[in-house]
């Protein structure tokens, strides 16, 4: 407010004195500070609001939805940032100023972001790389989005350089950490079902917990956590013990890697401040023990392999791909989309793709992962070149920080007390980037960190633009509020649909009337069409089929029923192949349906076969695909048998059939061996292929792979024991069936063969004996007793006509 005093002074028409433009001038003072109050108010909601997200967040979990850790944590982490956010804008606008600090972390933050906006766009698989799947939700857009507001507004509205939030941060950690020995030790302090295991804590697998342990390690050696009345007290030195205690049980060199380089750089910023800070003191390597100690103890366990066996045995394997394998799938998705890879959270597809073959002779040939060993792994197959150029430009930015620490702190622009920790901590998590995969919880405490960091570095710097200055900056600013109000409010109400959808599916897994859980995956649907959720809903609608072709219902609206059942079916698993067309589980699904539909839909064989191929061809190496088909064509030959029996004239082109289906199923059990030659399972249906076509001799090759792998099941042996009897082996059919009899010896198949064997050698007390067991658990069962009489009798009568309903392979 200009006003020349003397001017209006000495102008007749003016209409007030000098006390009242005091006054106004006083009052637009005092109206200047309430605003500014007011906008410190919203600042302070800001802090808290982060100040309750960096406590929960490591500790949080909901119990009501499929994914109680992931989906919980994306949740909590998009209403914080959300929170943050509008309560930060609020505060601008009343204000008039944007106060904010500009730092080389921003750039490298953004440039993140903007690499994971362009890989979403160009994702093969958009709305996954969006909000991620239930299980691996840290890389999506939405997650990365949100870390990156987190980030900003810690930078930009702590004043005390994070020292308040590293002090809640390190609490949260102790806290997380205790929890997670408990666990360990199956000290249940929750109540819930799941919670009862000694694999879950609230980071992730024990790994993920571990990392955290070896990460906050400098937070605790650096802060003390006094409780209020309890002066001696210091909870952080319980962060140390129980991190030490999870790292030294799990003794995994990754994670001692990661708690060394923690230490090491401890050490080396400790040895700065100290050079700089405390010229005139004397330095001892006392104050560096308990790094030192760390080091030592980490080292020699690594070296000695030391194995807690009594404790470990109970923990739960956690399997992920090799360096080497998870290097394969990178490489293989960067040959197909160099700059933008396949797009966050699509690593599970890359590994089908790439990946799956190299499993394929191991008893892990089914599984799919959905993260490599790596953090930079999944970054290299989610984003391509341009995510591995974001992420070594803040790479580059942290070492940038790192070099030039002494210039910081010899330019007083660094706290000492504070940069240490953050400082070691940002080193070991960014090591540890090379090491482990990141979860959503290991992936806020690494931007929390970054943002510390930033802090420490440039808290002291805090530039102030008045937007009311210029009408450009006042518009921007209304503008920005605005598209800031309804992002928030757009991503709040996505987040809890996804969520409110996840919760209803959960429901739908622990109905047991198959009514009641198609009516809530219907609504799940409704609240959010993903693909896992029509997937269900198809086999759930198969269940509701067979249980009504099971009624003896002859209403007139019965056909109507089964029909809409059949098409229910079907279409539910094909939109989920549209939904997402390169899971390959999408594809198999729909192979399973259409498999179930043999005999109700005419040519199902086919389109099932197409199906299969269809995953087969999306995660090519998995001969279970193969198998699958195999036995879907070995399944209709034997239909077609059937109905042969009973098709009169027709009996012909029936049998001609079941011969060209069990031709379809060689084929398909070859290349299921071709592609796994120790595939158990397609050796035994070829087996069972060879037997109905008449091929004795080749069946018992078959057989006689996989025989001295499962020398201890009764079953297996039992059906060489049978193939040997039918080609005229008697021998070794006997061997066969003494050995399955001592393996089970309630097999009454086996013994009834047994005794065969031996009545055919004239051996009557022999055979008499192994009949005589039979019908201590068959009393009833004429046949047994028949044969009894006979052999008391010293009546042969070999070979038996039938055998107890015991088909020779199945």
Known sequence: MK????????????????????????????????VSEKADRYDTITRWVLYIGAALLPIFFLPWTTSVLELSKQTLLVLVAGAGLITWLLGVVISGQIKFRSTLLDKAVLITLGATVVATIFSITPDKSLFGVSISLSESLISVLALSIIYFLIVNIFDDRGKKLMSIL???????????????????????????????????????????????????????????????????????????????????????????????????????????????????????????????????????????????????????????????????????????????????????????????????SNLKFFDGTSY????????????????????????????????????????????????????????????????????????????????????????VVNIEDRPVFSLASSLGFIVGLISVLTGAYFITIHYLADVEFAKAQTETDSSKAAERIVTAINWDASDRYYRTASQVSLSILTTELQKKDRSADRATRVQNLIVSSRDLAIQATKLDPTESNNWFNLGTVYESLIGLVENADKFADEAYMKAAELRPGDASFYNRIGSMYLGKSEFDRQVARSAGANAAQFNANADAALLKAEENFKKAIELSSNYGLAIYNLAAVYDRQGKVTDAIKQIEKIAPFNAQDPNLIFQLGLLYFRANRKDDAYNAMQQAVFLKSDFANARWYLGLLLEERNDFPGAIVQIEKILETNKDNQIVIQKLEQLRAGVAAIPPKRVIDQPPIQ
Request: aromatic share 14%; net charge neutral; glycine share 8%.
């Open 3 to 34: 006003l020349n005093f003397w001017q209006h002074e000495a102008t007749p028409s003016a209409s007030y004195e000098v006390g009242d433009e005091v006054e106004a001038d006083l009052a637009v003072s005092e109206n200047h500070i309430a």
């Open 170 to 364: 390190a609490g949260s950690f102790v806290l997380t950490l205790v929890y997670g020995l408990f666990q360990m030790f199956a000290v249940y302090v929750l109540g819930f079902n799941f919670a009862h295991s000694r694999a879950f804590n609230t980071v992730g697998s024990l790994n993920s917990l571990g990392f955290l342990a070896a990460v906050a390690l400098p937070l605790f050696i650096k802060n003390r956590l006094s409780v209020a009345k309890i002066p001696f007290f210091d909870v952080a030195k319980i962060g140390v013990v129980v991190g030490l205690a999870i790292l030294i049980i799990l003794n995994w060199w990754v994670l001692w890697i990661v708690a060394i380089t923690g230490m090491l750089a401890l050490i080396a910023f400790d040895s700065i401040n100290f050079a700089l800070w405390n010229q005139g003191g004397r330095f001892t390597l006392a104050r560096f023990l308990m790094p030192m100690v760390i080091i030592v103890l980490g080292v020699f366990l690594m070296v000695v392999g030391f194995n807690l066996n009594s404790v470990k045995k109970n923990f739960p394997v956690e399997i992920g791909p090799s360096f080497s394998l998870s290097t394969q799938i990178a490489k293989g998705t960067l040959g197909e989309n160099v700059l933008t890879g396949y797009g966050p959270e699509n690593f599970s597809v890359a590994f089908d793709k790439y990946g799956a073959k190299a499993l394929a002779n191991s008893t892990l």
């Open 376 to 463: 930079v792994a999944n970054i290299v197959v989610h984003q391509g070149i341009i995510g591995v150029l974001a992420l070594l430009f803040l790479l580059g930015s942290i070492i940038y920080i790192f070099v030039r620490y002494r210039h910081y702190i010899s330019e007083g622009m660094i706290d000492p007390h504070l940069s240490s920790a953050i400082f070691a901590a940002v080193m070991a998590a960014s090591v540890g980037m090379f090491l482990y995969s990141f979860n959503t919880t290991l992936l806020f405490v690494f931007y929390v960190f970054l943002a510390m960091m930033a802090l420490v570095v440039w808290g002291g710097k805090k530039r």
